[in-house]
């Protein structure tokens, strides 16, 4: 199963997606963003999906704007 990374800022409504081959991937790349993360606004994770379709329906809040 697929996984992606998602990085959506709240007040901006923006959102990024990664595609990543497994979940453990996704969440290495999450754990080492946070470190870096200094905005209290900028959600950032994993989930995985069988698809990025799959993901929009299961997680839309994170795509409402886009």
Request: aromatic residues 10%; charged residues 30%.
């Amino acid at each position: 199963m697929s996984a992606f990374l998602i990085k959506y800022h709240r007040l901006m409504g923006t959102v990024q997606c990664e595609k990543y081959d497994s979940l453990s991937e996704a969440t290495r790349e999450r754990l080492r963003l946070d470190k870096f993360n200094t905005d209290p606004d900028l959600e950032i994770v994993a989930v995985a999906s069988a698809s990025e379709e799959n993901l929009r329906r299961s997680h839309s809040r994170y795509f409402s704007g886009v």
